[in-house]
């Protein structure tokens, strides 16, 4: 059975719909995100998440508000907070594998040890490589320029920009590749 939001017809910004909506329905929404979400920290965020894609996304003025429809748009938001939550995992993972890290015994407030080896990783990659190959990888890789950035930056056009880092990245492999062997 349709629920009609009251006074559909009324709001002066998305804001006020999805304030409207998130009243009326608040209990019904907390109840499915907490049947859905096992991380009772997370279920305020997700909460507030909902809020925002309803105001991004507000369903029409002339529609009947279901909970049907809120119940799908939930799910909507979990799906993407959890692919989210996935891909920081599995990119975390990765990126431990590189370290040579067990990974289930690092803990994620060792900041200061992972930055203190990002910095002796950009060390090595200026001593592997030539100035250009060294900016191009510092700015795209330390300073998250895209492309384009670096390119424009550096007064080069983008197909150069990733010449001078895959060269500059070779290098440093190579020299990884060859350390390792020795040791």
Sequence with gaps: MAIPCANTKFYSSPVERAAQIITEYE???RLIIHLHINDKNFEEDIFQDFFLSLVANPPPLNSEIT??????????DIVDYRRKKYRNI???????KKLKKCVNKTDPSDALIIDEEKKRMYKLIKEQSLGREYDAIILRYRDGYSIQRVADKMGL???SVRKYMSK????????LTNSMQRT
């Design 90 to 96: 599995a990119f975390t993972k990765k990126y431990l």
């Design 168 to 175: 500059g990245l070779k290098k440093v492999r190579k020299y």
């Design 27 to 29: 209990d019904f929404i």
């Design 157 to 159: 056009r983008n197909a």
């Design 67 to 76: 909970k049907g429809y809120i119940y799908t748009a939930i799910l909507h």
